[in-house]
């Protein structure tokens, strides 16, 4: 005997308004269709909210992906920068190197042979960089390309250094050259004797005249003609009062007939120091300087060394 189920719903009296009679079949055949419907509209709400989520990461996904788009655009500009640079510096390089080689021509300081090409073998310098090529076909190209640039700048950094540097060395071996090389007028005056063969004012025989007489008031001021150590000063024979000055580099400078001397041996004088004044000592015949220049002990015209 199947059983039977009553389903009796109340009034708010508690009067009896309806009363449904269920057998177990169609109870469990509710019960089941009420079990799909709800776990239809379960499946479809949790499919809902996975559809949202979804939509929510793809837009985060879509975020990031158009933060990183910028940031690689904005590396690519960078690079393109980087190029650039690379190119004004090589050019900077160029123009050094064409500067130190213009000293060099102005200055007559030799020395191709010794100096290091800029760029090694050939001494040219690498194609520019194309910083306006597409990045996104040739990146990697490029990235080597200013690896390969940044390497041999360097290396043409370190030879423009050396070659700086020999040329300071030459520049300041020529100073020093320069500095202790006669070349001015030791006294004002006029040019009495020259350098050569004369006919001797007291013998009157044919002589060689070893410098410059020059004449003028006695104490009339004379000068160093270049840096110097003095290594004599005194009396010496015909030559009456004398200054020698050793100017290194195998010159020396002598100044005779002096009133007065004003350095001792061993003094530094510069060039156009007053060293001396004017006389007619030793075997003169009148107020005049004798001046020579000698070259290795060998005397040389001193007209030669006057610039001024």
């Known amino acids: 005997m199947a059983h039977r189920y009553s389903l009796i719903f109340l ?26 419907v709800l776990s239809a509209v379960g499946y479809s709400l949790f499919d809902y909210i996975s559809l949202r989520s979804s939509i929510s990461g ?23 920068s980087f190029a650039k640079e690379i190119n004004e510096l090589k050019e900077r390089l160029v ?17 191709e042979e010794d100096r290091d090409a800029l760029f090694g073998v050939g001494g040219s310098a690498p194609e520019d960089l194309n910083p306006e090529i597409e990045l996104t076909q040739r990146h990697q190209s490029l990235m080597k390309d200013m690896h390969q640039h940044i390497s041999q ?24 050259l320069l500095a202790h090389t ?43 003609a270049a840096d110097g150590i003095v290594t004599y000063v005194g009396p010496r024979g015909l030559f009456g009062n004398l200054i020698i000055i050793d100017h290194g580099h195998g010159i020396t400078t002598r100044y005779a007939h002096l009133e007065k001397t004003l350095f001792k041996k061993g003094d530094r004088v510069s060039r156009g120091n007053t060293i001396a004044l004017m006389g007619n000592t030793g075997r003169s015949t009148g107020a005049h300087l004798h001046y020579e220049v000698r070259l290795n002990g060998i005397p040389v015209n001193p007209s030669n060394y006057i610039m001024n």
């Open 153 to 176: 700048l360097d290396k043409a950094a370190d030879v423009q250094q050396f070659n700086f540097k020999s040329l300071l060395a030459s520049l300041e071996t020529q100073k020093n």
């Open 182 to 224: 006669p070349a001015i007028r030791p006294t004002s005056g006029w040019i009495t004797s020259g350098f050569g063969y004369r006919r001797s004012p007291f013998t009157g025989k044919r002589e060689f005249h070893k410098g410059l007489d020059i004449a003028n008031h006695k104490g009339t001021k004379i000068m160093a």
């Open 58 to 80: 793809r837009h985060g996904l879509e975020r990031d992906l158009a933060i990183q788009t910028e940031e690689i655009l904005h590396q690519r500009e960078q690079i393109q």
């Open 11 to 36: 009034g708010n009296s508690g009067s009896t308004i309806r009363q449904f009679h269920y057998s177990r079949p169609r109870l469990f055949t509710f019960a089941v269709l009420v079990f799909i």
């Open 95 to 111: 123009q050094l190197d064409r500067f130190e080689k213009r000293i060099r021509v102005i200055a007559n300081i030799d020395g």
